[in-house]
Every structure is written in structure tokens, then in C-alpha cells.
């Protein structure tokens, strides 16, 4: 049984800073896992922002790309972060955190990091709602 917990969603202005959080829960461990931020706005696809594998390589869509950062806490690696930073009313979406497991390392080459279909768990989400 696996479980993500996603917090932080908020309203704020446009130039604004959030962070995002997600906590994994598992009863099986010893397990690599590939981690990934996705958001989705009314009417729209969901669409993959900030990914890290196994050995904490992150990448980003370019529309995020030098705004937000995707990170593992440096001591619990069941939490996930993504900083929001220089936030604009475009990035106004439902955040959702989703997660894969491997026996071994876990690492996804694009496009299969940012592609739904790659991943197994999900969080229910959390809002942020960017004004201008």
C-alpha cells in the first residue's frame, strides 16, 4: 500500500514563492523510486513539471525551468519538495505529486518522466491559484 500526501497549495500574487510537499508512505521498503510533479488546469491535459530519479537527478519542463525545483528532504526521503518561485497566473493549477517504484535504481529519460502513463501512485492534489 502506497500513499501520497500532497500540501503547501495556496493563493497567492503573481512573482510570488510557494512550496509544495509530498509525503510518501509505504509499508514495503527497500524499494528506488522515480518522483514527479504534475498540475493540471481546468479544461487542460495534466502535464508533467519536475521529475527526480533514484540518484536525485532533477529535470524540469521548460515551462518551469529556472522557477521551481524539485528536491528530496536530507533526511527523510519519503517527503518531496517542489519550490515555487517568480510564480506567474499561468502556473494557476491542481499540483499533484505521482510516484513509481523499481528494485534497483529508478530512472525515467524523457520523455517517459513527464508522460502520466509512467507513473504508478498518485496524490490527490493541491491548489495554486496564482493572481495578477
Known amino acids: 500500500q502506497v500513499q501520497l500526501v500532497e500540501s503547501g497549495g495556496d493563493s497567492v500574487q503573481a512573482g510570488g514563492s510557494l512550496r509544495l510537499s509530498c509525503a510518501r508512505t509505504?509499508?514495503?521498503?527497500?524499494?528506488?523510486?522515480?518522483m514527479g510533479w504534475f498540475r493540471q488546469a481546468p479544461g487542460k491535459e495534466r502535464e508533467g513539471v519536475a521529475a527526480?530519479?533514484?540518484?536525485?537527478?532533477?529535470?524540469y519542463s521548460d515551462s518551469v525551468k529556472g522557477r521551481f525545483t524539485i528536491s528530496k528532504d536530507g533526511v527523510n526521503e519519503d517527503l518531496l519538495y517542489l519550490q515555487l518561485t517568480s510564480l506567474k497566473p499561468e502556473d494557476t493549477a491542481m499540483y499533484y505529486c505521482?510516484?513509481?517504484?523499481?528494485?534497483?535504481?529508478?530512472?525515467?529519460?524523457?520523455?517517459?518522466?513527464?508522460?502520466?502513463?509512467?507513473?504508478?501512485?498518485w496524490g490527490q492534489g493541491t491548489q495554486v491559484t496564482v493572481s495578477s
Open positions: 509505504s509499508r514495503e521498503k527497500h524499494y528506488a523510486w522515480c
Open positions: 527526480i530519479d533514484t540518484l536525485n537527478r532533477p529535470t
Open positions: 505521482a510516484a513509481i517504484r523499481k528494485v534497483g535504481l529508478c530512472r525515467l529519460a524523457p520523455p517517459a518522466n513527464f508522460d502520466p502513463s509512467s507513473y504508478t501512485y
